[in-house]
């Protein structure tokens, strides 16, 4: 089992920028971002293949947010700009210990979890 821990949340205002981090306790093979606001589903917004760089992003956040990952590829960032209100949810990390060609972006895939941070984006 793999440990995360996401870090960076917090409050801005809408069309500003804000970039998450997720500590990971050890190398995996597919790294994802996910998003969940109240009352509403958990939605996978971007996710990384380690080894081959391959990245993938849900429509509402293509072309704003950016997925990265540190040399030693066991951190994890999500770069967000033009934030909207919309936007405001707790975000998570997660980690899959196999490469995420097929559905990438659901949640039934990934077996380890963050605890979440919070970003809120005022209008």
């Known amino acids: 089992q793999v440990r995360l821990a996401e870090s960076g949340g917090g409050s801005v205002e809408a069309g500003g920028s804000l970039t998450l981090s997720c500590a990971a306790s050890?190398?995996?093979?597919?790294m994802a971002w996910f998003r969940q606001a109240p009352g509403q589903a958990r939605e996978g917004i971007a996710s990384?293949?380690?080894?081959?760089?391959?990245?993938r992003y849900a429509d509402s956040v293509k072309g704003r947010f950016t997925i990265a990952q540190d040399s030693s590829k066991t951190t994890l960032f999500l770069q967000m700009s033009a934030l909207k209100p919309e936007d405001t949810a707790m975000y998570y990390c997660?980690?899959?210990?196999?490469?995420?060609?097929?559905?990438?972006?659901?949640?039934?895939?990934?077996?380890?979890w963050g605890q979440g941070t919070q970003v809120t984006v005022s209008s």
């Open positions: 050890a190398f995996t093979a597919t």
């Open positions: 990384i293949i380690t080894g081959g760089y391959t990245t």
């Open positions: 997660a980690a899959a210990n196999y490469n995420l060609f097929i559905r990438p972006l659901s949640a039934e895939e990934y077996s380890d």
